[in-house]
């Protein structure tokens, strides 16, 4: 099994840019599909990205669709979420999560059996 720990979050302006990672230890990374979520205070927990384990297939909740990227490198056992065109509305702890299924409804948080502590993301109008 692995662990995760999120990096990257932090405080930026509407329209500005963050790139978060996740360090994932082990040696069975590339088995993994990954994903990322986010929850707002006070708000329900919410799909941003995926990406499967190869050839690196991936999906994005609608209202990250042209403003996010999930990207992953295996040699690196990491994945990475580049958040662009920030809006005041997208601050919110993001997670990382890893879990091993087939690649069906990757949207769905009980798919993944490992997650990370959450990094902060906060946007500023």
């Known amino acids: 099994q692995v662990q995760l720990l999120e990096s990257g979050g932090g405080l930026v302006q509407a329209g500005g840019s963050l790139r978060l990672s996740c360090a994932a230890s082990?040696?069975?990374?590339?088995?993994?599909?990954m994903a990322w979520f986010r929850q707002g205070s006070g708000k329900d927990r919410e799909f941003v990205a995926a990406?499967?384990?190869?050839?690196?297939?991936?999906l994005y909740g609608d209202s990250m669709k042209g403003r996010f990227t999930i990207s992953r490198d295996n040699a690196k056992n990491t994945v990475y979420l580049q958040l662009s065109s920030l809006k005041p509305e997208d601050t919110a702890v993001y997670y990382c999560?890893?879990?091993?299924?087939?690649?069906?409804?990757?949207?769905?948080?009980?798919?993944?059996?490992?997650w990370g502590q959450g990094t902060q993301v906060t946007v500023s109008s």
């Open positions: 999560a890893a879990g091993i299924f087939p690649w069906t409804q990757p949207e769905e948080s009980t798919k993944y059996e490992t």
């Open positions: 082990g040696r069975t990374f590339m088995w993994y599909n």
């Open positions: 990406i499967n384990w190869s050839p690196g297939n991936t």
